[in-house]
């Protein structure tokens, strides 16, 4: 209960109300089930009059085990939803630069041809220079003269290398120009304002997180990070739910193990008790309906022989003797 309500002041006293209503609810409702278990009649029977009993059992102990595991496994669950949060905030960035990329298509073509063009250039200046180099200190190689000074051929080279020098300068205002556009639009796009989590965003994130991202991360801890299985873990949270499941059973078992008792006795002997002044009234009930029955007949029958009675009189009364 406390994890329903975790998030506002009053968490802990609504967790020990709904607690304790929780609690008298299950109490009487199994010692109802548990009390109603007729141990005088056979075994089969005893068994399908605890098989809801031990239904709700099963389903009390995994609802109240989750909370208890949540809590054992704080810091793991802590530690998987950050690996989880981090993961999802990556992909999320990767989308986004996959569709920008998408969207900006051709600009990025171009943009890519003109780096690459600026990086051919670059290769070609610098072993120009060496060239130069080479001619001007005399090394000779299979395209210098091998003689030392500052000959027509070196100032062909460096020529060469300044109207390279320009180009390579114009190309790298167009990249520069390409590159802006680009940024701009990533910030019109909203590229820039997806970062990674840091350490302290991450620590936030997980302490803030609801009962289903951390229930699902309990359920992650039966793997590793590498997606292989972790035995450990999976073995001591499913030990954890049995061992509430065998809590919540107990009752029902002890019933069914146990012999007749005093008070199952008792029980049995009140309802026989029960049974037979049922049965007595009922007759009584019979008795009297049948008597009220014979008396409403009896009365009946008197009434409508003195009316057929009275009727004859007065008909005899107004019978007109001296005509015959």
């Known amino acids: 209960m406390y994890f329903v309500f975790k998030g506002t002041d009053l968490a802990v006293i609504f967790a020990i109300i709904f607690g ?3 609690g008298a609810a299950i109490f009487n409702m199994d010692r109802y089930i548990v009390s109603s278990i007729n141990k005088s009649a056979s075994t089969n029977k005893q068994l399908l009059q605890a098989t809801p009993r031990i239904l709700l059992a099963i389903m009390i102990g995994m609802v ?6 949540l809590k054992i496994f704080d810091k793991e669950i802590k530690e998987r939803l950050k690996v989880s949060y981090l993961n999802g905030q990556r992909a999320k960035i990767d989308t986004l630069n996959k569709a920008f990329e998408k969207k900006y298509q051709v600009e990025f073509g171009r943009l890519n041809q003109q780096k690459a063009t600026r990086d051919s250039l670059e290769k070609g200046i610098k072993a120009d220079r060496q060239k130069l180099n080479f001619e001007i200190f005399g090394n000779k190689t299979t395209e210098t003269s091998g003689v030392m000074g500052y000959g027509p051929y070196a100032k062909r080279k460096e020529a060469e290398i300044a109207q390279r020098t320009t180009e390579l300068d114009s190309l790298k205002a167009a990249i520069s120009k390409s590159e ?9 796009d909203g ?19 609801g009962f289903a991202d951390r229930n699902w991360a309990l359920g992650q801890l039966k793997f590793n990070v590498d997606g292989t299985s972790d035995n450990n873990t999976a073995i001591a949270v499913t030990f954890i739910g049995l061992l509430f499941i065998f809590f919540e059973c107990l009752p029902v078992f002890v019933k069914l193990m146990s012999a007749r008792g005093p008070y199952d006795y008792a029980i049995s002997d009140g309802d026989e008790v029960a049974i037979y002044h049922s049965k007595k009234d009922k007759d009584f009930h019979f008795e009297v309906a049948d008597n009220i029955h014979e008396t409403r007949v009896d009365s009946e029958s008197t009434k409508k ?4 009675k009275g009727k004859a009189y007065r008909d005899l009364e107004k019978y007109d003797w001296d005509g015959e």
Do not use: G
């Open 305 to 308: 022989k003195e009316i057929i």
């Open 64 to 69: 109240i085990s989750r909370p208890i595991e």
């Open 191 to 209: 590229l820039f304002t997806e970062k990674l989590y840091t350490k302290k965003q991450l620590d936030s994130l997980s302490d803030i997180a």
């Open 20 to 22: 304790f209503l929780w």
């Open 180 to 188: 802006s556009f680009v940024d701009k639009r990533k910030a019109f």
